[in-house]
């Protein structure tokens, strides 16, 4: 900067320096060709695989999956496939009020029939014939759904089976053998399965049973008319307008009745306890009150008492009069009558008439598997004047 220069003179030198430097920057910046750019960037793969063909992929494996399963189901259904396969896969068997009864579960119930026939016929047994698969199918799944309907009713009342109540009905069965042991080889040879098996498949449905069946006895509103008809009877015993054994002719639904009601002898531990308390009670000669257990209404009369010696205990010598409470096989029945039912094996339909799965061609009247269901039930029903605990 020269010394006589004015300021204005200084400002225009700066700004021209000014200028002189941008341009040289603008010198040095190399350009970009933009085409030339983008050529130099490397170029990324696109995917092996289209989202289209993913797709079309997927599709294929359900159309595949879904026909296998058609035709799994359809060789169950209509061909009777029993195989570790349609074991493993939750087909119904059928359907009770939304409640599944799995094929899985009714496939192994007609493996223990078939087990078991076979296990007499090797073993020399008298049994009569095996019934056809076409009978026994319909016994399993007749008994399968009012064992499920019974379950549910259970459910629905709070009424629970303690595994202790189980435990003591087993404990029953091996009183009756030689061992413990004995019954496990007992259940392994005819029915191949284990206790717990037996516990589960047997022991646990019927005490289910007798717990519904408890239930209904003290429901007046079920069993009202058969209260007022032991009231009645009671009535005449207490006024002499009938004998004892008069009333227990006309009144009685026992099998004792045509007898006057005679029990016969028996000691403490034979009867349920509602009925052993009221005739350990009486004076000889005395007629009680109605008594109610899980088989209906009883008045009872003591005949004889035999008191206890070294050898034997209290005998009683009783009659009685029973009036019998809503039977469970027809309560059952016409509940299920109200209930959806569907059944997917061999196209059987429910018969609420008689509470059976049958084919649809086929009445209640034209066939005797009612009568193979009650037989199961024998042991629970037989006598029910006196049932042991």
Not at 5 to 23: P, R
Not at 37 to 54: H, N, Q, R, V
Request: net charge negative; glycine share 4%.
């Amino acid at each position: 900067m020269k010394k006589n220069e004015t300021k204005e003179e200084i400002k225009e030198d700066i700004k021209k320096e000014d200028k002189d430097v941008k341009k040289d920057i603008e010198d040095v910046t190399p350009v970009v060709d933009e085409d030339k750019s983008s050529e130099s960037k490397p170029k990324t793969k696109k995917g092996k695989y289209s989202p289209k063909l993913i797709t079309g992929v997927i599709i294929g494996v359900l159309i595949i999956l879904v026909l296998f399963i058609v035709i799994l189901g359809v060789g169950m259904y209509k061909y009777d496939w029993n195989n570790s396969l349609t074991k493993a896969l939750p087909f119904p068997a059928a359907i009770v009020d939304g409640n599944f009864i799995t094929y899985s579960d009714f496939q192994t119930d007609i493996d223990t029939l078939d087990f078991f026939y076979k296990a007499q016929a090797e073993q020399g047994g008298t049994l009569a014939q095996q019934p056809t698969d076409d009978y026994l199918q319909k016994t399993v799944i007749s008994r399968m759904i009012r064992e499920e309907f019974l379950e549910n009713t259970a459910k629905t009342n709070n009424l629970e089976v303690a595994d202790e109540e189980i435990q003591s009905e087993f404990d029953v069965l091996v009183a009756q053998a030689t061992s413990a042991e004995e019954v496990e080889q007992q259940l392994k040879d005819l029915y191949n399965w284990t206790s717990e098996e037996f516990k589960n498949k047997v022991l646990l449905p019927y005490l289910i049973r007798l717990k519904v069946q408890e239930f209904l006895a003290e429901d007046d509103s079920i069993n009202g008319d058969a209260k007022a008809l032991a009231d009645e009877a009671l009535a005449k015993i207490t006024s002499e307008e009938l004998t004892f054994e008069e009333a227990a002719i006309e009144y009685s639904e026992d099998v004792t009745a045509t007898s006057g009601g005679d029990l016969g002898f028996f000691s403490k531990g034979q009867m349920v306890v509602e009925f052993e308390n009221a005739a350990f009670e009486l004076e000889v000669g005395g007629v009680s009150g109605v008594v109610q257990t899980q088989y209906g209404y009883h008045i009872i009369k003591l005949i004889e008492k035999v008191e206890a010696t070294e050898e034997e205990a209290e005998q009683l010598h009783a009659a009685h009069i029973l009036v019998k409470t809503k039977d469970i096989d027809e309560w059952s029945n016409d509940q299920l009558a109200e209930k959806s039912i569907s059944i997917f094996v061999n196209d059987y339909e429910w018969k609420s008439d008689c509470g059976l799965a049958l084919s649809e061609a086929e009445t209640c009247e034209d066939n005797n598997l009612l009568d193979y269901l009650d037989a199961a039930n024998a042991a629970s029903a037989a006598n029910s004047a006196i049932p042991t605990e």
